[in-house]
Every structure is written in structure tokens, then in C-alpha cells.
């Protein structure tokens, strides 16, 4: 896919992995609608993004309001007239095992990683249809390739997002859509310090916790960016980012079940 010219919705596009992705698309010369519930992220990126001469439109957004949503492709419509990306890029953490996190943290956190995902491509495949080259990207994680304990809620939406991506990617077989699912591995992003743990933690338990993850966010997500706008362009359907990432997915694959034995003690 040739990116230049093109317009890309972009959620989460505030901060991280979402800034980055816009950036290596503006250099390419692709328009941007950058969504986020960070308003001021957003404009941080924009005005990162204005030096590459590229129409930007901002959009405040939160992926878990279905009213939200459904009124964003109007809106990216009336500054673009056309809609060729979307990266549903949007996502949240949640630390703790399934018996400690709360009911309602765990709909909180798959509303936003899953369900804000199914509701964006409901919402653009239609305008998708319209270009004669469209791309839906769906970033998962390391953690929708292996699912490690205190993740059951994380694991579980990045998981779901994997199986939608591949369902749909089949559906849409022979239409102008092509659709990517994006495995990054630790990426140097703010998401574990922003990440909820369980109530009534003691702070020293969350400072552990949080340095202990924050350890394994190593790539710049300005590489990682670069990753998978380079992915986008050569068509590649998955996206594994980083060595951590390769070596779960060739794990997971021998060991299907006993992977988690090695990978604990490197944890």
C-alpha cells in the first residue's frame, strides 16, 4: 500500500504507540484524523505532526462510547472526504489476578480494548469500502500471542482481538480492505504506569509491580511506529514487533501448553 495521500484515523493517537504510528505516516505524506480521550496528547501529536505539510483534523474520543463512535466517521468525513487506515490503536491495562480484580475493572478494561475495536470497524467499514485501498489494523499485544498469570483480563481482550482480526481479514477476502493484527512486545510506553491494579494494594506492592513490567518496555515506540507503518506498506497481515515477541510466537507454537514454565522464571 502506498501510504501517500491516503488518510488514517488513528485512535489512541495522544501518546505511545498511536503518536508514533501518525508520525511515520505524516512523513510518508498521509493525511491524519487523530483520535483520542487525551485531548491534551492530541494536540501535542498534531503539532508534531504539522511539519510534514499533511491535513490533520483532531478528535476527541472515547472508544467505550457507542454514541462517540458512531458519530466519528461523519465527522472525519466532513475534514477528509475519504477514509483509507484505520488503526484501532486505543488500550488500557489492568494488573492483578482474576480473583483480586473487580467485575466491574474487568468490563472497564474489554470495553476499551475489545469492544471500543469492534465498534470503530463497525463504524468505518463502510467508508473502508469507498477507497480503493483501505487497511483496518488492530494492534493486540505480546499477550495475544501468550497469556501470562495477572493478565487474565488484558491477555483475554488482546486474545480477542487476535481471533476478530483473523475471522474478519477472511471475510473480507477479495474486497478492497485488508486487515492487520499487531503483536508489540515491550514497548517503552506509559501503559503500566497508567495501568489500575487492585484496590486496597499497598503502594510499596504497586511500585514493585509497576517497575517490575516497566522493565520489560524496552523499544522506543517511535520504532515500533516505524514497524508497522513498514508493515502496512508490504501488506503483511501480522506484525510481531520486537525479539520478545518473535520468541513467544515460536514458543507458544512448540509449546503450546508447557510455555509458561520457561517463561516465568524469565519473568
Known amino acids: 500500500m502506498n501510504v501517500h495521500n491516503r488518510v488514517a484515523v488513528i485512535t489512541g493517537a495522544g501518546s505511545g504507540i498511536g503518536r508514533a504510528i501518525a508520525l511515520a505516516l505524516a512523513r510518508r505524506g498521509c493525511h491524519l484524523a487523530l483520535a483520542d480521550i487525551n485531548e491534551a496528547g492530541l494536540t501535542q501529536t498534531a503539532d508534531a505532526a504539522k ?4 491535513r ?16 466519528l466517521p461523519a465527522l472525519v468525513l466532513g475534514s477528509h472526504e475519504r477514509i483509507d487506515i484505520v488503526v484501532n490503536n486505543a488500550g488500557v491495562a489492568l494488573g492483578g489476578s482474576f480473583e483480586q480484580i473487580s467485575e466491574t475493572d474487568f468490563d472497564w478494561l474489554m470495553d476499551i480494548n475489545f469492544n471500543g475495536l469492534v465498534r470503530m470497524t463497525r463504524a468505518f467499514l463502510p467508508a473502508l469500502r469507498a477507497s480503493d485501498d483501505a487497511c483496518l489494523v488492530n494492534i493486540s499485544s505480546l499477550w495475544g500471542l501468550a497469556s501470562p498469570a495477572g493478565q487474565t483480563a488484558y491477555s483475554a481482550s488482546k486474545f480477542a482481538v487476535r481471533g476478530f482480526s483473523n475471522s474478519l481479514r477472511h471475510e473480507l477476502a477479495g474486497s478492497p480492505i485488508s486487515v492487520v493484527v499487531v503483536h508489540p512486545g515491550g514497548i517503552a510506553t506509559s501503559i503500566a504506569q497508567n495501568a489500575r491494579l487492585p484496590a486496597g494494594e499497598s503502594e510499596a506492592k504497586t511500585q514493585r509491580r509497576r517497575a517490575r513490567v516497566q522493565k520489560m518496555l524496552r523499544m522506543p515506540p517511535e520504532q515500533a511506529g516505524e514497524i508497522i507503518v513498514r508493515g502496512i506498506e508490504k ?6 514487533i520486537g525479539t ?24
Do not use: F
Not at 244 to 267: F, Q, T
Open 51 to 54: 511539519q510534514h505539510n499533511v
Open 56 to 71: 490533520i483534523s483532531c478528535h476527541l474520543l472515547d472508544v467505550s462510547s457507542k454514541t462517540m463512535v458512531q458519530a
Open 235 to 240: 501488506g503483511k497481515p501480522r506484525i510481531l
Open 244 to 267: 520478545d515477541a518473535r520468541i513467544i510466537s515460536l514458543l507458544e507454537r512448540i509449546l503450546p501448553v508447557g510455555y509458561w514454565n520457561l517463561m516465568k522464571n524469565v519473568m
